[in-house]
């Protein structure tokens, strides 16, 4: 069975671009989890949505980042204007349900921000 | 809030040597606790977990007890291989009205050398 799939896997983009990340959760799963991981900060979860719907967007580092889930098997997170502190590797998780209390991670995706 | 701390790393040790890597946490309610493993370059695998107070988790010998009285969920290995080299996290998560989302360490890198 295909995991979560993220695309691309490696981003490298000028300061001011702005970057578009793509997750597809694991088919049936219906909770999806965005993380950043830096060495500075360790691993953050930026937003979770349950069957589509975001729940939690406190951890979204200002109004540059956004997220969508337009349906039950493709998200997207986006930043606009990118700055070179967004650099990290950025993480999708998915979860069978809400109340599930596993996750399965996708393998990232590394933005570099020059 | 919910919290987690582990040990800081790096930890290097020998193959076949005793590894134990120490975690405690912080919490309201009665959460889930996990291990999880980051091989290099890649996403976050679920190590191993427990759901509940004197549960023992374990997966390919490695092992952790879930003791409520010390809040701790210390991860153990009776004889390490240099293909366990990652960095490991543990983590929490609590059944919420918005649903589980985990809360993770710093993790700690472990190094195994022949």
């Known amino acids: 069975d295909a995991g979560v799939i993220q695309s691309p896997r490696h981003e490298v983009t000028e300061m001011g671009q702005e970057v578009t990340l793509r997750c597809k959760p694991i088919?049936?799963?219906?909770?999806l989890f965005w993380y950043r991981q830096t060495m500075m900060r360790g691993l953050e979860l930026l937003i979770y949505?349950?069957?589509?719907?975001?729940?939690?967007d406190s951890g979204m580092p200002e109004d540059r980042f956004s997220a969508k889930m337009p349906n039950a098997s493709f998200s997207t997170l986006k930043i606009q204007p990118s700055e070179p502190r967004d650099s990290a590797v950025y993480f999708c998780?998915?979860?069978?349900?809400?109340?599930?209390?596993?996750?399965?991670f996708g393998p990232g995706t590394r933005l570099t921000v020059l | 809030g919910d919290s987690v701390t582990q040990m800081e790393g790096p930890v290097t040790l020998s193959e076949e040597a005793f590894l134990t890597i120490n975690c405690t946490y912080t919490a309201t309610g009665y959460p889930s606790l996990f291990w999880y493993v980051q091989y290099p370059g890649e996403g976050l695998q679920l190590l191993l977990k427990?759901?509940?107070?004197?549960d023992k988790g374990s997966n390919k010998g490695f092992e952790a007890t879930y003791r409520k009285e010390t809040t701790s969920f210390h991860l153990e290995k009776g004889s390490v291989q240099v293909s366990d080299s990652a960095v490991y996290f543990c983590?929490?998560?609590?059944?919420?009205?918005?649903?589980?989302?985990?809360?993770f360490g710093t993790g700690t890198q472990l190094k195994v050398e022949l």
């Open positions: 998780a998915s979860s069978l349900t809400w109340a599930s209390n596993e996750q399965f």
């Open positions: 983590a929490l998560s609590e059944l919420t009205g918005g649903g589980n989302k985990l809360t």
């Open positions: 427990a759901t509940k107070a004197d």
């Open positions: 088919s049936g799963h219906n909770s």
């Open positions: 949505f349950n069957n589509n719907v975001p729940i939690d």
